[in-house]
């Protein structure tokens, strides 16, 4: 059974930094592609960015040049550096996998963990 369980999440003020963690807990995380979303009160779910089983990633455009998403696989634990929040990064922040070496259009992450608040306040 796969579990994902996420931390770092908080109150920050706006032009801050947090960096949130999941650990994972199945023993072939490596064969796992990750990525984190997060959903905003009354918006849409959005994913925020992948990390490959080579470590290769995507970002979305909202986090570009703000969000850096890494993984380390030795301590099954997949990384959201977040600098410069801003006020409508406010939302739950997910942690999510399937069992793919890569991130593809279309992909369903099956795997999700409960969620951590990030509030981000002037």
């Known amino acids: 059974q796969v579990q994902l369980v996420e931390s770092g999440g908080g109150s920050v003020q706006a032009g801050g930094s947090l960096r949130l963690s999941c650990v994972a807990s199945?023993?072939?995380?490596?064969?796992?592609?990750m990525a984190w979303f997060r959903q905003a009160l009354g918006k849409e779910r959005e994913r925020l960015g992948t990390?490959?089983?080579?470590?290769?990633?995507t970002t979305a455009v909202s986090g570009e040049g703000r969000f850096t998403i890494s993984r380390d696989n030795a301590k099954k634990t997949v990384y959201l550096q977040m600098n410069d929040l801003k006020l409508e990064d406010t939302a739950i922040y997910y942690c999510?996998?399937?069992?793919?070496?890569?991130?593809?259009?279309?992909?369903?992450?099956?795997?999700w963990g409960q969620g951590t608040q990030v509030t981000v306040s002037s």
């Open positions: 199945m023993n072939d995380m490596r064969s796992y592609t």
């Open positions: 990390v490959d089983i080579l470590g290769g990633t």
């Open positions: 999510a996998a399937i069992r793919s070496p890569y991130f593809y259009t279309g992909a369903i992450f099956n795997f």
